[in-house]
């Protein structure tokens, strides 16, 4: 419940500065702006349109979910896992390169890009469990390396005119996630895939594996104190490393489920190492470090991300929704001080009504 | 060859400024992700006085006016860090990885609402500065000297003494390595923490404009700082957090960064064929590795990342 209140007072504060910024920059549209931001789809004034743009939404949410499991699966055991971002890079290189290189099926590619994450972050863990190497640093060293060598690969998969590679639909159709008519339901959008059903599924996995499981248990453990669990037999190195394997592999499959539906390119003169895994950070914290609570807030970041895109582009630029949602990952920053001065608030208020109830009743017995 | 030097010696520069900076920062006990951030918005401050200075300023002007701008955006921008930090007792990691999308974010729309509301037409978030940086070239037979090089070696001395030979330097360290004893003998944890994160922002902040005037003459800044923050805190870590080692440290990086940027100019390299891609990754790949054979007697501060809380034993 406080976690709740926290994450809904980042959100509030977040969308509160946005708005001031949008002020400082151009005072006359600033309302209807930071309203676009938050409609998103809702902007359309069709039923029809409001249900593909809600589907595109939810298209690019899985990623993020997926990316904000593998940060929330590392965070538990202790790990900070910011090499999501790099993961999620060489996911989406393998998936891709796979499907275009080889022409192999879409269930090869979603496995591929799993595999590729799952060693990325195993790459950290060894290096954190065997030669105590941070894994912030090993990781953020991994993200760019993963970047430069995805985008040397996928140039062999690019169009020649273009810096993008080839779309799936025209090279390997075969390579696209099944959509088992789920795209009909959202006016025909053929970009919503069985990944958004299949990221939920695997939330809901995170979620009993960490809390219901001896493996999960063992993981908590080995995060709360790494002497005590080794002292209780557990192999914490073992454990260091599955952790950053699983959560690599979380994030790998994220970068499948959005490349795999064909709904973006992968352009390979990026320089910069895509924002899907830092925002996967933001979504992490603001679910509150619970899988179920990271379904939620992903499909909030993105639908603010979505909208920023739908700004007046004369007045302000899309990248305003990347400063609400870095504001929030900052904010998150504090949760646990709101946490802590709102149970302390709730606990004076508690003990104030008990001592008044007190007080009525030892007046009553005066009376008596 | 002489073109490889010069790109060496300045991107050391931008890479022992930064280090030292977060050098600062880890010995008060703070781990200072956001370096990135800060060299965004130090370059940002830079770029801005630069272009908006009337034309036929004296260099000198400039060069100081440009170099005192970055320094105080990036330090108003530490701040962001040490509030959090140190006040608040926030996760210091996600904090700083917050600072790098918001500072990246922040100048990206400062910018671009700049430039389209100069001329509608113009969205793009890039700033030009060429006569602002010639202020700082001085051409010696071939060789362009960047009076930022000399400003690094000037940090480094001073960092050194600062660091080692006064008491407020001792201080900070005491506070990065046990912080409740230094609070015994009466040094205010606290402030010496805020200090330490605020010379990290002048320093960080004085990086940022460093690296972007180092090659180039206009800057966008969508591309914030290209994960020069990251390589600087490998460098810190490299240098075991020591001011000298720092400096040898930042000249190796250095050295494989410029690398990537003329290895054209080399028969033999430009004859291997490889693609740029290549020489890009170098400097991570090289700091991962050194990483994996230097952790194990790591010298980092013991207390850092961990928030000070007064009351805990």
Redesign the interface.
């Given at each position: 419940m406080q976690s709740l209140l926290a994450s809904l007072l980042c959100i509030l504060l977040g969308l509160l500065i946005g708005y001031i910024v949008l002020l400082l920059i151009n005072p006359a549209g600033a309302w209807e702006a930071i309203c676009t931001i938050v409609e998103n789809f809702l902007y359309y004034p069709s039923g029809a349109a409001r249900l593909r743009y809600f589907g595109n939404t939810l298209v690019k949410t899985a990623p993020l979910l997926m990316c904000s499991l593998s940060v929330l699966f590392a965070y538990k055991v202790g790990l900070f896992n910011i090499g999501a971002a790099g993961q999620y890079v060489i996911g989406a290189g393998a998936s891709l390169y796979c499907a275009l290189g080889m022409g192999l099926p879409w269930y090869v590619c979603l496995l591929a890009a799993i595999a590729a994450g799952a060693v990325l972050g195993a790459i950290s863990g060894i290096l954190k469990a065997y030669r105590n190497v941070n894994e912030v640093i090993s990781c953020i060293m991994l993200n760019w390396i993963s970047l430069y060598l995805v985008n040397a690969l996928l140039t062999k998969v690019k169009e020649t005119a273009s810096p993008y590679t080839y779309t799936l639909e025209s090279t390997n159709p075969d390579a696209i996630l099944p959509s088992l008519g789920l795209g009909a339901l959202f006016s025909n959008n053929k970009y919503v895939t069985i990944a958004i059903p299949l990221t939920i599924v695997v939330s809901i996995c995170v979620w009993v594996l960490l809390t219901k499981t001896k493996l999960g248990y063992e993981l908590r453990a080995t995060g709360c104190n790494k002497y005590a669990a080794q002292y209780c037999g557990m192999k914490e190195k073992r454990n260091i490393i599955l952790t950053m394997a699983i959560a690599g592999g979380l994030a790998g499959m994220g970068a499948a489920t959005l490349f795999l539906s064909g709904f973006e390119q992968w352009q390979t003169t990026q320089s910069a190492v895509p924002a899907m895994g830092f925002n996967g950070i933001a979504a992490a914290f603001l679910g509150g470090l619970n899988p179920i609570g990271s379904i939620f807030s992903s499909y909030f970041i993105q639908h603010i991300t979505n909208g920023g895109a739908y700004v007046d582009k004369t007045m302000y630029s899309a990248q305003i929704s990347d400063l609400i949602s870095a504001l929030i990952i900052y904010l998150c920053g504090f949760v646990l001080f709101f946490k802590v001065s709102l149970n302390g608030w709730l606990d004076q208020r508690e003990e104030k009504r008990r001592s008044g109830k007190k007080q009525a009743e030892s007046e009553k017995g005066g009376k008596a | 060859m002489l073109l490889l030097l010069q790109y060496t010696l300045i991107f050391a520069s931008v890479l022992l400024l930064v280090a030292l900076g977060g050098c600062f920062s880890e010995h008060s006990g703070v781990i200072n992700?956001g370096l990135e951030g800060i060299m965004v918005m130090g370059a940002l401050g830079g770029a801005l006085m630069m272009k908006f200075l009337p034309e036929g300023s004296p260099a000198f002007q400039v060069v100081l006016l440009t170099v005192l701008a970055s320094i105080l955006l990036g330090t108003i921008y530490s701040l962001?860090l040490a509030v959090?930090a140190i006040n608040?007792?926030?996760?210091q990691?996600?904090?700083g990885?917050?600072?790098?999308?918001?500072g990246?974010?922040?100048a990206?729309?400062f910018v671009?609402?700049m430039n389209?509301?100069a001329d509608?037409d113009n969205?793009s978030?890039t700033i030009q500065y060429l006569e602002g940086r010639k202020a700082f070239l001085v051409n010696i037979g071939g060789f362009e000297f960047n009076w930022c090089m000399l400003l690094a070696v000037i940090a480094l001395v001073i960092a050194y003494v600062v660091l080692y030979k006064t008491r407020f330097g001792l201080r900070l360290c005491a506070c990065g390595e046990h912080p409740q004893a230094a609070d015994s003998v009466g040094i205010n944890v606290y402030r010496m923490r805020y200090a330490g994160v605020l010379i990290s922002g002048v320093l960080g902040g004085l990086g940022g404009i460093v690296y972007i005037i180092a090659g180039v003459s206009e800057w966008k800044f969508?591309?914030?700082v290209?994960?020069f923050g990251?390589l600087a805190?490998?460098v810190m870590?490299f240098g075991q957090w020591k001011p000298t080692r720092i400096a040898l440290a930042a000249l190796l990086f250095g050295f494989f960064r410029a690398l990537g940027n003329v290895y054209s100019g080399f028969d033999l390299l430009s004859s291997l064929n490889l693609?740029s891609?290549?020489y890009?990754?170098l400097p991570?790949?090289i700091?991962?590795v050194v990483?994996?054979?230097t952790?194990?007697k790591?010298r980092a501060p013991k207390a850092e990342g961990i928030p000070y809380d007064k009351g805990q034993r």
């Open positions: - | 992700i962001l959090a608040f007792r926030a996760d990691t996600l904090v990885t917050a600072m790098n999308l918001l990246t974010a922040a990206t729309v671009k609402a389209t509301s509608p969205v978030s969508e591309n914030g290209a994960g990251f805190l490998a870590i693609p891609s290549v890009n990754m991570y790949i700091s991962l990483l994996a054979f952790s194990q790591s």
